[in-house]
């Protein structure tokens, strides 16, 4: 039977070919998003500056979130610095011939008249020349820093950036300019990053008590691996993380681990969608290929063909076909996956540091999955096809009318059970954007359970749009809807592929659509500044929001420091791993600059170590704490901080969060300054008057930007659509996807009747009154797959938007939906059209003879 089996499939191109085409399809896209899990999992991310350290201790960058059952680790989001007395324990460990220790801050070099910063395409980092040597640079003009004001910079970057040594140059170090001369250039490999290097005493001023890493060169004849255990236990419960080998990269690179808290779950979401789809497809286009040849399995029986050999027949194709995909869908290799990860790159969702990696493991499980479901598919299609008696058999076929089978509905049960439950936990369970990890896959679920259903579902759709049609379309519209309606097998295939474009399209899309509707809704609404002073460069001065808020055109100002932080007591219930939002303001503007109502305190008492927090975190802290109690935080950067309740307060709109000073927290993330501050116009001072007198202030600021009300919403809007563009992104695909499976079984429908067309032909039909019947069943099946992804999309966005905004209706612009279904609409009649006329090619009458 396999010999059979091969010498047949030239007989079946069509059903070949779409077979083929979602197999490979389908292997690439599962491959390409295991390569994704695989680079989050591993997020390998080679060492640059301290690549010639052989061991990196640096802080601990992970936390145990305390919870009310289980702990859980999380990656705490600033950099976690390390005592300064650590130094000399390391030095003192046996073995260690030398430990130096590292700090990077952000600069940014200025232009000659140090009123704005250089137009690079860089990030410089500012070092101790002691730590030159880690990368290693090697001077290669002047001299080394040795004084203060003395700087040496890395050739490269001072080449793009038009300095050269001996000459002056102007920094913002922490939002402060400063001068500085180039006494020395230093050369390195190309990879390393744009650096500047002051003088150790310089870098002892600028960041005081900062440590970020200890690089440890051992003595001569102690192994790296043997230094690392010591060093180990001599810092046993300092909270700290010894390194060597690859593992230096996530010492030097702090955010390559949230990177692959992103990766990790992104990939995990996408790809579970993508196999739910492809296994959907694969399943649907090899069922339908069977299908369509019940006749000649049903003369393969009369003629002594056994139910087993009728069986190895299909699987032995099934194996032909997913094995010859599964094989040529490994040519592209790394590259598909490669692509999107370079994406991600350059829109920021993933550091540039991590490097892709895709080995054989996601590629198996493409490989598995493309085998398995091809595998699954004809099993089931044979089983049900050699069971069967031939004469009944014969009956279906040229009836088309077929009973589910029982497995069928069983199946499409579940699916739709499944649907429910996500849906229910959708709405009542979830909260804002976090509800998408459910709403994603009952999208799936829902069209699953409606497309097995579907030989019962659609003779009612198309009875609902017969009178409609009929209206429109004549006497080959009622041609049309008699085969539509004797067809109902086939036209239910053919609907599918249309829902399943359409539910899924318009459901993902909208999600993102809403998320991104509602943040900026909550960020409109939670901004109460009229202007927002931002810094390009390293932060804001300290000195900037005082001079702000004594300005004639401004009625109060607040510096603006956000972070993530955990309560760690008293209890805090339920606490998420996300941690809790920390927003950092300067006490006199906080209370106009907030969109927050005080309920007990007052926010101007946010000195020294104070919080101000929401009733509903004081009513969930221990049973419940007040003004003048003692709450525990552990901030970004793992520091524990006893900090005195000061405040109260509820907020409008957005996510709760818990407010500190802002000089309190600005010592506790990465840059190490204030970013942003807020401003509130004085009564009567319109907001071109407030930008205009801020600007002024300013001017001689480098770095610094005064946007208005307008301008800092749209730059929020533009941040929020990077990400918003990422999932576009592998949604895109995946309805690409689907749209491919689409065009497919449309083309597989047509070809299929080319015997119907030729007797059709014989007894007077020309190809004009065919071809107009067949666009009207293109319609036919255009609409009614329309109105099912509808039902699909609107089972999956009604729980969704009631889970983000509290109202079913989903936000973003009705073209997307007009859109969607014209497309689908249209590739539907266009590609019935043209299979059609490519059937009606051959001459009638040898047509007839073939079948």
């Known amino acids: 039977m396999f010999r059979l089996t091969l010498r047949t499939l030239r007989f079946r191109k069509g059903g070949f070919a779409a077979s083929f085409a979602a197999l490979f399809l389908g292997v690439v896209i599962v491959t390409a998003c295991g390569g994704l899990m695989e680079t989050g999992i591993r997020t390998d991310a080679p ?85 030159a040597s880690l990368a290693p640079y090697s001077l290669s003009t002047g001299r080394a820093p040795s004084g203060p004001g003395e700087a040496v910079f890395d050739a490269r970057s001072a080449a793009k950036a038009g300095m050269a040594a001996g000459a002056p140059v102007g920094l913002t170090v922490r939002g402060t300019p400063e001068r500085f001369r180039i006494v020395g250039l230093v050369a390195g490999r190309s990879e390393l990053p744009a650096g500047v290097f002051f003088s150790d005493a310089d870098i002892r001023r600028i960041a005081p008590g900062q440590i970020d890493a200890i690089a440890v060169f051992p003595a001569q004849g102690t192994r790296p691996g043997e230094l690392r255990g010591r060093i180990a236990t001599a810092l046993r419960g300092h909270h700290v993380t010894v390194s060597t080998g ?71 194709e099934a194996i032909v076909v997913s094995a010859l995909a599964v094989a040529l869908a490994r040519l592209p290799g790394a590259r598909p996956g490669r692509m999107l990860f370079d994406q991600l790159t350059a829109h920021g969702v993933v550091p540039a540091e991590v490097v892709f990696r895709q080995g054989w493991i996601p590629a198996a499980a493409g490989a598995g999955v493309g085998l398995l479901t091809a595998v699954a598919a004809a099993f089931i299609a044979a089983r049900a096809a050699a069971t069967a008696r031939p004469s009944e058999t014969l009956t279906e076929a040229s009836l088309q009318d077929r009973r589910l089978g029982w497995i069928r509905i069983v199946c499409a049960l579940v699916c739709l059970a499944g649907a429910v439950a996500l849906s229910l936990v959708t709405a009542l369970v979830l909260s804002g954007p976090v509800a998408a990890s459910t709403a994603g896959p009952s999208a799936m679920l829902w069209a699953a359970g409606i497309a097995l259903l579907g030989p019962r579902i659609a003779p009612v759709i198309i009875a609902v749009l ?69 810094s390009s460069s390293s932060g804001l001065p300290p000195d900037l929001v005082d001079a702000a808020g004594k300005m004639p055109e401004v009625a109060a100002a607040s510096e603006l420091v956000t972070s993530t932080g955990y309560i760690e007591a008293p209890r805090f219930g339920s606490q998420s791993e996300d941690g809790l939002p920390l927003r950092g303001v300067t006490p006199e503007g906080a209370a106009a600059t907030s969109a927050v109502s005080v309920n007990a305190g007052s926010l101007t008492a946010l000195r020294g170590d104070t919080v101000a927090l929401t009733n509903e975190h004081a ?101 929020e659509q990077i990400g918003a563009w990422v999932n576009y992104m592998l949604v895109g695909m ?40 067949m666009g009207v069943e293109g319609l036919a099946v255009a609409l009614a797959g329309v109105l099912l992804g509808g039902v699909v999309s609107t089972l999956t966005l009604v729980p969704f938007c009631l889970a983000l905004s509290g109202s079913p209706t989903p936000g973003g612009p009705l073209w997307i939906y007009l859109t969607v279904i014209g497309s689908a609409s249209a590739l539907t009649v266009v590609v019935t059209l043209l299979s059609s006329w490519f059937a009606l090619r051959p001459h009638p009458a040898a047509v007839a003879a073939g079948a």
Do not use: C
């Open 734 to 773: 995946i309805i690409g996807y689907t749209v491919i499976s689409q065009v497919n079984t449309l083309i597989i429908a047509a070809l299929e009747r080319r015997r119907e067309f030729a007797l059709q032909r014989l007894i007077g039909a020309d190809r004009g009154r065919l071809l107009r019947m």
């Open 246 to 316: 690859g593992e230096r990269g996530q010492a030097e690179f702090t955010d390559v681990r949230l990177a692959g808290e992103t990766l990790i779950p992104m990939a995990g979401v996408f790809g579970g969608l993508s196999i739910m789809v492809v296994v959907f497809v694969v399943a649907s286009t090899l069922g339908l290929s069977v299908q369509q040849r019940q006749r000649e399995m049903a003369m393969l029986r009369i003629i002594g063909t056994t139910p087993g050999q009728l069986r190895r027949m299909v699987l032995g």
């Open 619 to 719: 009513r969930r802290i221990g049973g419940g704490v007040g003004v003048g109690d003692t709450v525990t935080l552990r901030l970004g950067d793992g520091a524990k901080a006893d900090l005195r309740v000061v405040a109260l307060f509820t907020m409008r709109t957005g996510p709760k969060t818990v407010m500190l000073p802002a000089a309190l927290l600005a010592r506790h993330v990465t840059s190490g300054a204030p970013t942003q501050i807020l401003v509130r116009a004085a009564p009567g001072v319109d907001h071109a008057r407030l930008t205009a007198a801020l600007t002024r202030l300013v001017s001689d600021r480098p770095g610094t930007r005064v946007a208005d009300r307008d301008q800092a919403a749209a730059a929020h809007a533009e941040q």
């Open 47 to 131: 060492p640059r500056r301290l690549a010639g350290a052989p061991v990196v201790v640096a802080g601990d960058q992970s936390y145990r979130v305390p919870k009310s059952g289980d702990d859980e680790r999380v990656t705490l989001p600033e950099r976690v610095r390390l005592a300064p007395d650590l130094v000399e324990a390391v030095r003192a460990v046996p073995g260690v011939a030398k430990a130096v220790p590292d700090v990077s801050i952000p600069v940014t070099p200025l232009a000659p008249d140090d009123h704005r910063p250089l137009d690079v395409d860089e990030r410089f980092a500012g070092h101790g020349w002691s730590s």
């Open 466 to 534: 017969r009178p409609a049609l009929r209206v429109v379309s004549g006497h080959a519209g009622h041609l049309a809807l008699l085969n539509v309606r004797a067809r109902r097998i086939r036209t239910a295939a053919a609907i599918t592929p249309v829902m399943l474009a359409t539910g899924l399209a318009t459901g993902l899309i909208y999600m993102q659509t809403s998320q991104t509707a509602e943040a900026r809704r909550d960020f409109g609404e939670s901004l109460r500044a009229d202007a927002v002073v931002t």
